[in-house]
């Protein structure tokens, strides 16, 4: 899991305050305002802290949404701080919002990700055991921050079943020979960044139990240096994954293959996860 952290639900405006702190150097933008957030974990939401001895260092922050008739805890942030990241804090926070979630009634969880970062896919879907059977089209609109400059704000939609067989069992997806895979090819260009030809939609085949998409290992760097390929990667896995959601299959899991500029998306069938889809009865 990383290092050890000690986890607390944030309720006064001071913590609150905290929070807005944190925000501030996390993405270098206006923080939520104390009346939002501190009316809305009065209200079925939470914000959860995670603390190296006294010093807040990250947080999670969800509230009630209500799709289809159901209620779910919509989980809208989850920020580190820098120094801190990558040492199993953004781990702890997910699964101690789990533990909450269950405790108020809660039986699923949402949140939105690009899904051309590969850290967080991997958190979402193979350590997490989320899934996604939705890309939202430019999600945000334009953003300023940093991350998000410039390309359109793409997101998938995780859905975390809390209580399901799938999550409850935690099992990451095994690593695999690439022999093993039937992945979407790509290639290296003469910078040594990976890229998909230009076909690659028809490369998808919808009969197979499963399709494996890459996706870049270090996004931010292919887009600080070649801003036309980051958005070619963009728009291309946009078609892949929206062929396969219409199609019936959910991204299920990450493979990862040592030494590799990619990573791939493990898109299944739906019918094939341990998931009762109609559990949330909130």
């Known amino acids: 899991m990383g290092d050890t952290y000690r986890l607390k639900l944030l309720q006064t405006i001071d913590e609150l305050q905290e929070v807005q702190q944190l925000e501030r150097e996390v993405w270098q933008m206006d923080p939520i305002p104390v009346h939002q957030t501190l009316t809305a974990i009065k209200n079925g939401g939470m914000i959860l802290g995670g603390f190296d001895q006294d010093k807040l260092v990250g947080f999670n922050y969800g509230f009630s949404g209500f799709a289809g008739g159901k209620v779910h805890l919509c989980s809208h942030m989850l920020g580190i701080l820098p120094a801190y990241r990558g040492r199993g804090l953004g781990e702890a926070l997910k699964w101690g919002q789990r533990e909450w979630a269950l405790a108020q009634g809660y039986r699923l969880i949402t949140w939105t ?153 493990a898109a299944v069938k739906r019918d094939r996860l341990s998931i009762d889809f109609a559990a949330n009865t909130l």
């Open 113 to 265: 990700f690009d899904p051309l970062e590969s850290v967080n896919g991997y958190l979402n879907f193979s350590k997490l055991r989320g899934i996604s059977q939705t890309y939202v089209r430019d999600c945000y609109g334009s953003m300023s921050d940093a991350l998000n400059q410039g390309l359109p704000s793409d997101r998938l939609l995780v859905e975390w079943w809390i209580e399901s067989p799938h999550v409850q069992a935690r099992q990451e997806i095994p690593q695999a020979d690439e022999s093993d895979l039937q992945t979407i090819d790509w290639k290296l260009n003469e910078q040594g960044y990976p890229y998909l030809q230009d076909d690659v939609v028809t490369e998808v085949h919808l009969d197979k139990e499963a399709a494996y998409i890459p996706i870049p290992v270090q996004f931010q760097q292919l887009k600080r240096t070649d801003f036309a390929l980051a958005l070619d990667w963009r728009l291309k896995t946009r078609a892949l994954l929206e062929a396969l959601f219409a199609q019936g299959y959910a991204a299920a899991g990450v493979v990862r293959l040592p030494g590799q500029p990619v990573q791939y998306y």
